[in-house]
C-alpha cells in the first residue's frame, strides 16, 4: 500500500495518536514465545538506512527529535544515521544489513527492492507501507542563454538539436549509481516511448525507434558521474565550456545558481520537462522485516512524525526540499526564478515504473551510454 501525498493530513494530529496509541497496546500486550512483555525499555536504537542528499537536513534535525522523545516519553531513543546511495542501500538490505528504516532518494526503489527480496528470499513484500518526506523533481539543469536561445523543454528538443546539427554537452549521474541518473535515464525512456513510466513494458524500452532516441541523446554526454550531488559543484566549477545541460535534482540548482551567475556571467535553471517529471519524494519505509520490533516501530513513527512536523519540513527546504506536508507553506526566499526553479509547479507528476521495467532499463543502460565517456 502506498500512502500518497494527499492523505499526508492522515498523519497530523488526532490520527496519528489513534495510530500510536494502538501500537503501544500492542506492545503491552504482545506475546513472544511464553513471556508476555509488560512495561517500556530504557532504550530505544533505530537505524535510518537513507540516501546522502538528505544528509544535511537529517543530522541538523535528528538530536532534536531525540531530545524530545525522551522529554516525551522517558525513553531513550537514539537513531543510528546510515547514508548510502539508493541503489546501494538496496544491495545493503539484499546482502544482510538490517535497518529499521530505509529512505531512498525516490520511491522508484520500492518495488525493485521488494522484487529482488521475494526473488531471493521468498515470503511478503519488504517494504509494504510508505510516506514522502520531502521532495525534489528532476530536471534538466541548462545555463540559461543556451535554454532560452533554444527554448529546451524536454529530452525530445534535445534529440531535434542534435538531429539538426546543434553541438552542445550533456551529462548526468551513471545510473547504476546514482538514484538521479536512474530517474533521468526512466525519463528519456519514457519521453522517447511517448508513454508514461508507470505503462512502459519491455517491449517499449527495446523498440528499436527509442533505443535510437535514447542512444542519440547520450550521444552528447560528456561526463557521467557517481553522484548527483557532483554534477552541480562540476558544473560550477567548470562552467558553459565543460557542459551545457545536465540531469539533476531541483535542489541542485537551488544550491548552485547564484555561484554560478557570480563565477560565469550567467546562471542554471531548471528545465521542468513538459512531459513530465519523476519526484524524488524521499519515501521514509519501516520496513516489515522480523527484526524491527513494536518499539522500534513505535519509535519510528513517532520520527516520522516529527520529521512531518512544521519546523522540521522548514528546515528541510534550507537545503532545497520542497515540504511534503502540504501544511507547510512554500518558502519564497529559496524557491523563487532569482536561485534559477520555480515556486509553484505546473508540471506533470509521473510515477515510476514496474520493478521489471526498472530492472530492464538499468541494464539497457550499457546499450545506449556514450561508450566515450
Known sequence: MRIRRGYLAF??????GVVVASIISSIYLRRTGSATIFGKPDSIEIIFLYSSEKQGWLEEVTPEFEKE????????????????????????????????????????????????????YGGKAIAREWVPLVYSPIVIAGWKDFVEKY??????????????????????????????????????FAEAAGKKPEDLTIDDITNETVLHIVRTIES????????????????????????????????????????AKKKWGTSIIAIYPKFGTLYSDHPFVILDADWVNEWQRFAALQYLYFLLGEDAQMKAQKHGFRPANPSVPIDEDIFNPENGVEKELRIRVLKPPSGEVLEAILSLWEKVKNPGV
Not at 171 to 183: A, I, K, Q, V
Open 11 to 16: 498523519l497530523t494530529g488526532f490520527v496519528i
Open 69 to 120: 522523545f525522551a522529554t516525551r516519553f522517558g525513553i531513550t531513543v537514539h537513531v543510528k544515521l546510515i547514508p548510502a546511495g539508493s541503489h546501494e542501500s538496496v544491495d545493503m538490505i539484499l546482502r544482510g544489513f538490517k535497518p529499521t528504516i530505509w529512505s531512498p532518494a525516490s520511491s522508484i526503489w520500492i518495488p525493485y527492492l521488494n522484487k529482488k527480496w521475494q526473488e531471493e
Open 151 to 188: 527554448n529546451i523543454t524536454g529530452f525530445l528538443d534535445m534529440y531535434n538539436l542534435i538531429k539538426n546539427g546543434v553541438i552542445f554537452k550533456w551529462g548526468h549521474p551513471d545510473p547504476r549509481l546514482s538514484n538521479g541518473g536512474t530517474m533521468i535515464t526512466i525519463l528519456e
Open 220 to 259: 552528447a554526454a560528456v561526463m557521467y558521474g557517481k553522484s548527483t550531488g557532483f554534477f552541480g559543484s562540476w558544473a560550477v566549477e567548470s562552467g558553459p565550456d565543460a557542459i551545457t545541460l545536465f540531469g539533476v535534482y531541483e535542489n541542485i540548482v537551488i544550491e548552485h545558481s547564484l555561484d
